[in-house]
T-cell receptor, first 115, second 114 residues
Framework: NAGVTQTPKFQVLKTGQSMTLQCAQD?????MSWYRQDPGMGLRLIHY???????DQGEVPNGYNVSRSTTEDFPLRLLSAAPSQTSVYFC??????????????FGPGTRLTVL | AQSVTQLDSHVSVSEGTPVLLRCNYS??????LFWYVQHPNKGLQLLLK??????LVKGINGFEAEFKKSETSFHLTKPSAHMSDAAEYFC????????????FGTGTRLKVLA
């Protein structure tokens, strides 16, 4: 049971390049989400999904796309990278149910630098 | 709308002394509250969560938090700090309106002095 995995761990892009950050979970969780972490700002929600085929925007969605074709995978696409997207990106997953107490499990993160 | 405020961005304690990390929340609903820890260059690990079953919640590594509805607080405590507790701590409120979204505080960096 690997939990939540993210690839790559590190990435350097040039302004204007596109790329996809991969996220996968093997816990059969319905809910998956992407966050970015910047110093002094905590984690901010980019996009989230409550099941295959269902996605929605979070707090800071501009410049990012997501899709959810399977329960396991939730890739994050940067359409045209900008220096403001330099950050650490975390993927998380949790069960969905009648309780909001479900713990979110986090991946190890991807450190992205945009030059 | 829910929000969470961590009152201190940095806290320094000596090893063996108590730890207090403060968190206040705002919620229109009965809140779900969590504390996560992040060690340097690592991911996030759940310390404890408030599930409404008990106001005093015990977590891993000797940490506790007390839910005080009248004060809208969920402060994290530990009786005796250890060097390994040095990390960043996040207070989180979960959107209980059904969207399952987490709202993070800005974090408190705990430094433990020898």
């Amino acid at each position: 049971n690997a939990g939540v995995t993210q690839t790559p761990k590190f990435q350097v892009l040039k302004t204007g390049q596109s790329m996809t950050l991969q996220c996968a979970q093997d816990m059969n969780h319905e809910y998956m989400s992407w966050y970015r972490q910047d110093p002094g700002m905590g984690l901010r929600l980019i996009h989230y999904s409550v099941g295959a085929g269902i996605t929605d925007q979070g707090e800071v969605p501009n410049g990012y796309n997501v899709s959810r074709s399977t329960t396991e995978d939730f890739p994050l696409r940067l359409l045209s990278a900008a220096p403001s997207q330099t950050s650490v990106y975390f993927c998380a997953s949790s069960r969905v149910g009648t309780s909001s107490y479900n713990e979110q499990f986090f991946g190890p993160g991807t450190r992205l630098t945009v030059l | 709308a829910q929000s969470v405020t961590q009152l201190d961005s940095h806290v320094s304690v000596s090893e063996g002394t108590p730890v207090l990390l403060r968190c206040n929340y705002s919620s229109s609903y009965s809140p779900s509250l969590f504390w996560y820890v992040q060690h340097p260059n690592k991911g996030l690990q759940l310390l404890l969560k408030y599930t409404s079953a008990a106001t005093l919640v015990k977590g891993i590594n000797g940490f506790e938090a007390e839910f005080k509805k009248s004060e809208t607080s969920f402060h994290l405590t530990k009786p005796s700090a250890h060097m390994s507790d040095a990390a960043e701590y996040f207070c989180v409120v979960s959107d209980s309106s059904g969207t399952y979204k987490y709202i993070f505080g800005t974090g408190t960096r705990l430094k433990v002095l020898a």
